[in-house]
């Protein structure tokens, strides 16, 4: 008896790591793997049963197709567009409110408040603020005597439309994580500066830069990867459109698997997407490590 | 640090602007909410004050969801799952941490470094190779396909783990030369201690769950399992121009992380924050 309790009590640190380590092995890290595999599979349009390899087939198909290499580049476009304009209306928002007082704390909540809105509803909500022919933007547009713009219904204005939605919720949120990191930096290092004659300007590029650059990374980094995943304001929106300007890759995996049932192509996007995740991520861990 | 009043004008004349961008989507929103489909468009086609101030409020469009469109529906799904990810998602996430702060193990750091991984990749990503996953377990279009994927959550271990590395290993020690199993050691001494960063957690997995689209919209597809986020995606594509209905499903959306994020602010901001700002 005691010899089984003993047992047991070896065992235990696996019994309480079992359960949670059991659901991110099944549904996290396991379909990261099965979409490596099927990415080298046909699984023609059934979805199960009829599984064929066909090696780098799915790949050379991509290679080949200029509406993933169209894709391809309005995933890169939109990337550059949108992480800086996210992590500058951030940094902008937790300088501005990184300070003491009440009327500072309401702004604080204000600027706090579109996080509670989904991306979908912001979406949605967006959707009809940009309408072209009856949203609220065009008829403010119209009151100061601009014409109406067409917003997401022209290829030159759609990516930027979805730029300034989802902006205009994740600087909220990436605001408090800048906001955390600059509560870290002691007031005294300010004091000093300000005694020494720095210039605002100064004191950020020297004093706060160099404390927040850990916060920085990590905000740049998480930042970058949600928006290579980004894919609701494309589905509910633009459908891509207009003219491709925004089908970015993860949505034309999501149109290989779940309106062409091309399971194989869609998971061959997904790892395409994975790889440039790492390797962007990978490209702003450098920057900002060597930059001392 | 001493400022100029110039300054301090020059910067509250910014603080207001950004208010205003932040805030008009908003109350656009929660005013439109409250009218008629003409009413709404009256006071865009030309623009009115109106647009921001409920005259002559009506309930109509949120009827109309509840009544029509099945939105009683769509809210207790959306609260089920997302309080069953709640109570399971603290539970096995809390046991988890637990376990990587107090034993030493064989392949502790291997499994720690997946934990980590789990949660540096968004949930978007796996969501298309995860349906294959699911259809094979026989989970697409049951409750289960939407619970499940998410009640384990790395953030969550995370967060457990830091705050329980931080308790004093004499609290093991008292009750474990009182003979309490490892089990009441967990659930009576170390889970009544980390009530802040279980809030955190919850708060976490809640809305996770509350907010999540994607998923919802390929794993269950049968209208009895519509979740919120996809039946205001299904409004937004079915009928353009009832935008009352869409702006009150909305407010609903919410309303439910307003009421939970706002007075809860600080568990929420330490809780995504804490993977962030420590090692």
């Not at chain 1, 992590?87 to 706090?112: E, H, P, Q, S, W």
Request: hydrophobic share 55%; net charge positive.
């Amino acid at each position: 008896m005691q010899n089984i309790s003993r047992k047991l009590e070896a065992f235990s640190p696996y019994l309480f790591l079992a359960p949670a380590l059991a659901g991110l092995l099944v549904f996290r890290l396991f379909p990261i793997a099965n979409a490596l595999v099927s990415s080298f599979q046909t699984t023609g349009f059934s979805g199960i049963g009829n599984v064929r390899w066909v090696g780098l087939e799915n790949y050379k198909f991509l290679v080949q197709d200029p509406t993933f290499w169209q894709s391809f580049k309005a995933t890169l476009l939109f990337t550059l567009v949108i992480n800086p304009v996210q992590i500058c209306a951030a940094l902008i928002l937790a300088l501005l409110v990184n300070r003491d007082g009440k009327a500072i704390n309401v702004f604080r909540t204000i600027f706090f408040m579109p996080v509670t809105v989904s991306t979908t509803v912001a979406s949605v909500l967006w959707g009809l603020m940009l309408n072209p022919n009856s949203g609220l933007i065009n008829s403010m547009l119209a009151m100061v005597g601009i014409s109406p713009q067409p917003f997401l219904t022209s290829s030159r204005q759609a990516m930027w439309s979805i730029v300034a939605l989802t902006t205009w919720r994740a600087a909220g949120y990436w605001m408090i994580f800048i906001l955390a990191g600059l509560q870290q930096v002691p007031t005294s290092v300010y004091e000093a500066s300000t005694i020494d004659g720095a210039n605002g300007l100064q004191t950020f590029r020297y004093i706060t830069f160099p404390l927040l650059k850990r916060t920085l990374t990590f905000v740049v980094v998480a930042d970058t990867s949600a928006n290579f995943l980004l894919f609701v304001p494309m589905y509910l929106l633009t459908k891509g459109g207009p003219a491709m300007s925004t089908n970015v890759l993860m949505y034309e995996a999501f149109r290989n698997a779940f309106i062409y049932g091309d399971r194989g192509k869609a998971c061959a996007i997904v790892v395409v997407i994975l790889l440039l995740v790492l390797l962007t991520v990978g490209l702003e861990f450098r920057l900002l490590r060597s930059e001392q | 640090m001493v400022e100029r009043k110039e300054h301090r004008i020059g910067l509250y004349v910014v603080l207001v602007l950004l208010s205003v961008f932040a805030l008009v989507p908003l109350i656009w929103t929660l005013v439109s909410s409250l009218q008629s489909d003409q009413q709404i468009f009256e006071n865009l086609m030309p623009f009115s004050w109106r647009a921001f101030v409920p005259v002559r409020p009506t309930l109509s469009a949120y009827r109309a969801l509840f009544v029509e469109k099945g939105f009683g529906r769509v809210l207790v799904n959306s609260f089920v799952v997302s309080f069953a990810t709640l109570i399971a998602g603290v539970l096995i996430n809390g046991m988890c941490g637990f376990a990587f702060a107090v034993f030493g193990f064989r392949g502790k750091s291997l499994l720690f470094f997946l934990v980590l991984v789990s949660f540096m990749i968004p949930f978007e990503a796996i969501a298309i190779p995860l349906y294959q996953v699911a259809n094979r377990l026989r989970l697409v279009d049951t409750y289960w396909a939407l619970i499940l994927p998410s009640v384990s959550n790395g953030l969550a271990i995370f967060l457990f783990r830091q705050f329980f590395m931080g308790i004093p290993k004499d609290y093991v020690d008292a009750g474990r030369i009182d003979g309490a199993s490892w089990w009441t050691v967990f659930a009576k001494i170390y889970m009544p201690l980390a009530k802040p960063v279980t809030i955190s957690a919850a708060l976490i997995l809640f809305l996770f769950q509350w907010e999540s689209f994607l998923w919802p919209l390929i794993a269950a597809r049968d209208p009895r399992l519509t979740v919120i986020q996809v039946a205001i995606a299904q409004l937004n594509q079915e009928n353009l121009m009832m935008w009352s209905q869409m702006f009150a499903a909305s407010v609903l959306a919410v309303v439910v992380p307003v009421v939970l994020i706002l007075p809860l602010q600080q568990y929420y901001v330490s809780g995504v924050t804490g993977a962030g700002l420590k090692e």
